[in-house]
């Protein structure tokens, strides 16, 4: 069964065996149904259903669809009625009867927050966050030795990623408020639950980076990078994604030395490439190429080239000695936007020609349509000032179309964003004329 249809079905299920054991629970009032029906289940069924639950989910978001109006009974608030009828928690529940399906756990309300994630409306997430969260508090009495209903580090985490998310002018307060709490409920029980890890101290930083000030979203992940590298040994899921998701914090919090903090953070992972480093809990987790690409867009944003083009040639130097080093898509883009800041469009157009060889030799030959980097080409050459900038973009525009019709892609892959640069080339010419013919042609579309 597609995914699609099996997880109402599963739902379906479980909501039918539910309601059984609540009519019995009403029709024989005092009877042992706990032991005559086996409960409750296995955490395994319903953490199954969650799962599937969720990935059905993110397909769904990752159409952009991802709505109370599409999801229906399989948005996360609804499904969060269910487990809480299924732990027992419901109104209509019967609270000591023994009767719920399930134990009591975080762990499904863990699952539920991170893919209320997935909504599209950011600021209701938040608020269905907060009520999913406070219904813990709830039931636990806010007593952090209750750890089978208080909100874990999981949670808190959950939380920490939505605020940060929402972009709010409030989230990075949010952020800190909850860091704050846990750290008390850790100091009150010494519970793992509750222990610091990296995935909290990354998320506060990530929602300082989208609305605090420069200097102080800045000062900030400073702080928290020092008490990042303190769990080095402590946190056995420290990895290298952490510290790319620094370094992206450091990139988007508008400061002047931004990047080059972001850079300092890359240089000490890069210690552990050297020949015979050694491999212990203080060292940094090896760069990825995702890494380069973080610090090359830092630095392109800034429009500083030539530190975006050393740290290319440094990236395939490295790559001759590990493969896995080899400048990965990501990395070319951030080259060729980097050029494109600058104006540069010889240079922009030579890396894209340069990426398509180098997907080519790895056996992708479909690199020369990525519309994304001649996007670039098309803007460079737009800004250039270049007297003949207009006919570059139309030969480009023109390459494009044919690769196509040769390919037999039918429809125009290329989208408005394309055309636009062409629009943008003719006014910045003053050739008001074909801007005007480019505008109708683009309205007849």
Request: charged letters at 20%.
């Amino acid at each position: 069964v597609p995914l699609p249809n099996r997880v109402p079905i599963m739902w379906e299920l479980l909501d039918r065996l539910d309601r059984e054991v609540m009519m019995l629970t009403t029709s024989e009032p005092g009877a042992n149904l706990q032991r005559r029906l086996r409960l409750p289940l296995d955490y395994i069924v319903l953490r199954g259903v969650l799962l599937s639950w969720r990935d059905h989910v993110f397909a769904v978001a990752n159409a952009g669809s991802a709505t109370k109006e599409v999801l229906g009974d399989l948005h996360p608030m609804a499904v969060l009625s269910k487990v809480d009828r299924y732990l027992g928690f419901a109104a209509t529940s019967s609270p000591g009867s023994g009767a719920a399906l399930f134990e009591p756990s975080v762990h499904p309300y863990s699952i539920i927050l991170h893919t209320l994630g997935q909504m599209n409306d950011r600021q209701e997430r938040v608020q269905n966050g907060q009520e999913l969260v406070e219904g813990m508090m709830e039931r636990s009495r806010n007593n952090p030795q209750n750890v089978l209903l208080h909100p874990s580090n999981s949670i808190v985490y959950g939380m920490m990623t939505l605020w940060a998310q929402s972009k709010l002018p409030e989230s990075s307060q949010k952020a800190e408020e909850w860091l704050e709490k846990m750290q008390t409920w850790w100091d009150q029980t010494h519970h793992e639950n509750y222990q610091l890890n990296s995935n909290i101290l990354v998320a506060v930083m990530e929602a300082h980076s989208h609305v605090s000030h420069g200097t102080l979203a800045f000062d900030r992940i400073n702080e928290l990078l020092v008490e990042l590298k303190n769990l080095r040994g402590v946190d056995p899921n420290q990895d290298s994604i952490h510290y790319n998701r620094v370094c992206n914090a450091f990139a988007a919090c508008h400061h002047p030395e931004a990047a080059d903090a972001a850079r300092a953070i890359l240089d000490e992972m890069c210690e552990s490439l050297k020949p015979n480093a050694p491999q212990s809990e203080n060292c940094l987790p090896k760069p990825t190429t995702y890494t380069f690409s973080i610090v090359m867009s830092a630095y392109g944003r800034m429009a500083r080239i030539d530190d975006v083009v050393k740290l290319f040639k440094y990236l395939e130097g490295l790559s001759q000695e590990d493969p896995s080093l080899t400048p990965s898509t990501h990395c070319y883009l951030s080259l060729i936007w980097a050029y494109a800041k600058v104006n540069d469009a010889a240079n922009t157009e030579a890396a894209l020609m340069q990426m398509i060889q180098a997907k080519s030799e790895r056996g992708n030959p479909t690199g020369d349509l990525d519309t994304g980097a001649w996007n670039a080409v098309l803007q460079s050459w737009a800004d250039s000032g270049d007297p003949n900038a207009t006919e570059n973009i139309a030969l480009i525009i023109q390459r494009l179309q044919t690769i196509c019709e040769k390919r037999g892609i039918k429809g125009d892959v290329l989208t408005a964003v394309t055309y636009n640069k062409l629009l943008r080339s003719h006014v910045k010419q003053r050739n008001l004329v074909e801007a005007q013919k480019t505008f109708r042609w683009m309205q007849e579309q």
